[in-house]
């Protein structure tokens, strides 16, 4: 087949389920183009990339390891140097017929690569080796090439994914084009009812190339990076391709492995919550907060001058500042919205301090400002328990290139509930759908091919 990428080169060509498979390689990652065809012409290819590393250590130790994203464990044995890989693969796309844009898609999927290989090294229980280009035995090895046809399963899905979030009442297919949703709110019945429809929309995200950043204080949306246990049957009444799946979570823990900058709050704001504002130690405590850093806190210098008794107050209430922030503040951030395809950043609030959940929010919010590519906001909250972070939100993006995903009991309670361009109503085991101001249709929703929770 005629493809050349720059800087890619060549590894294999061959047909697989009657389709054309190339490999290809740059540096120490493959990239896998399946081809679509309808009839003798090449419509478009489905997209994967792979890098392999090398395992040094105890192999076994890995069956233990629980990925965010999908990997291959490859052993080489009966061999007099027994070897062993692990391979991650990024999650298929589907890309049109051009150089352009398969050019464009290998840079989308390298980066996602680039993302995946700090992951993947921090939760396996092994040294992985990473090594030169031309160097690597799995890759110079043509009976180890077949390994990478164990994400092709998964990969030839892509060219058929469709959005379909139910059937209506003529049996049709409803289709929802996520790229147009700006304002998502979903009210009525329970809130499991609406969390499952929340969560049936985050997988449409990600099937449409979007990412989502999910703000969950009970851990409800976990199930996304499991697939579920529908059955095949269930699938096919809905005429949806593929299987059950999981889908590319990477779990953020504020104070663990995410910050937001502490120079973002002014010193006010940060002791409001705590009833200082207009006590006769705001001014010093406030002080002790303007170094912009909590790492620095100059509780010395806050003090100064005061007489013991005031500076010991000061002190205790900056310290117990401190632990109801719970080290969520740095002097820089270190949450990255990347461009990677469909995949979600699942904001784990559940052990956080009431304190510590608003100030991170608020910090990862403005944050989203100078982010590009399609987002969605999720907030796994009733929108009337978090009015005033739903609304900065609303105000903020509306119109953007942020959407905003939410629920309510009752549409009553969020004034902005007019503003929304999808509207979905619980009734009973139906929801009515009102799409951009159309006329509301009732639909029975899909099966979730990943682990709904609420379920």
């Known amino acids: 087949m005629d493809i050349d990428i720059p800087e890619w080169s060549k590894l294999a060509e061959i047909e697989w389920s009657g389709q054309p498979l190339v490999l290809l390689q740059r540096d120490d990652t493959v990239l896998m183009l399946l081809a679509e065809k309808r009839l003798d012409r090449t419509i478009g290819f489905a997209c994967a990339a792979c890098k392999p590393f090398v395992v040094k250590g105890d192999a076994a130790k890995l069956d233990l390891v629980k990925f965010s994203n999908e990997v291959t464990l490859v052993k080489k044995l ?72 164990s994400m092709l399963r998964s990969a030839v899905k892509a060219p058929g994914l469709q959005s379909v979030v139910g059937l209506n009442l003529a049996g049709e297919k409803v ?60 699938f096919t009444a809905f005429s949806m391709p593929g299987l059950a799946a999981g889908f590319p979570v990477h779990e953020v823990i504020p104070g663990k492995n995410a910050f937001v900058k502490l120079s973002e709050f002014t010193p006010a704001a940060l002791t409001a919550p705590f009833g200082l504002t207009g006590s006769d130690i ?28 005031t500076a010991l107050r000061v002190n205790r209430v900056v310290k117990v500042m401190q632990q109801c922030f719970q080290g969520v503040f740095a002097s820089n951030s270190n949450v990255e919205f990347s461009h990677s395809l469909g995949k979600m950043l699942h904001i784990n609030l559940s052990k956080c301090s009431e304190e510590a959940k608003a100030f991170f929010s ?25 009015k005033t972070l739903v609304e900065f939100s609303v105000n903020k993006f509306l119109g953007s290139n942020v959407s905003i995903l939410c629920h309510s009991e009752d549409e009553n309670d969020v004034p902005f509930v007019n503003s929304a361009d999808f509207f979905v109503e619980i009734l009973d085991k139906d929801v009515a759908i009102t799409l951009a101001g159309k006329s509301p249709q009732r639909v029975k929703l899909r099966p979730t091919y990943s682990a709904c929770s609420e379920n």
Do not use: W
Request: with cysteine; glycine share 8%; hydrophobic share 40%.
């Open 175 to 234: 289709s929802c084009s996520i790229p147009s949703v700006s304002l998502g709110l979903t009210v009525g019945g329970t809130k499991p009812q609406r969390m499952h429809v929340l969560h049936l929309l985050c997988e449409e995200v990600m099937q449409q190339n979007g990412t989502v950043v999910v703000f969950d204080t009970n851990n409800s949306f976990a199930g996304l990076s499991r697939p579920s246990g529908a059955e095949l049957t269930e």
């Open 362 to 386: 608020l910090g990862l919010l403005k944050q989203l400002e100078k982010s590009e590519g399609s987002i969605f906001i999720v907030f796994e909250q009733d929108a009337k328990e978090i």
């Open 78 to 149: 009966n061999a007099s140097t027994p070897e062993s890989f692990l391979l991650a693969f990024t999650k298929p796309s589907y890309v049109q017929f051009s150089q352009n844009a398969i050019s464009q898609a290998a840079n989308l999927h390298v980066k996602q690569l680039q993302e995946l290989n700090y992951e993947v090294k921090n939760m396996a229980s092994v040294t992985l080796g990473e090594v030169e280009n031309g160097s690597n035995p799995l890759l110079g090895d043509p009976a180890l090439l077949f390994s990478f046809l």
């Open 282 to 309: 705001a001014p010093y405590v406030e002080k002790a907060f303007q170094s912009g850093s909590m790492e620095l806190l100059n509780e010395a210098n806050a003090t100064n001058g005061l007489n013991q008794f």
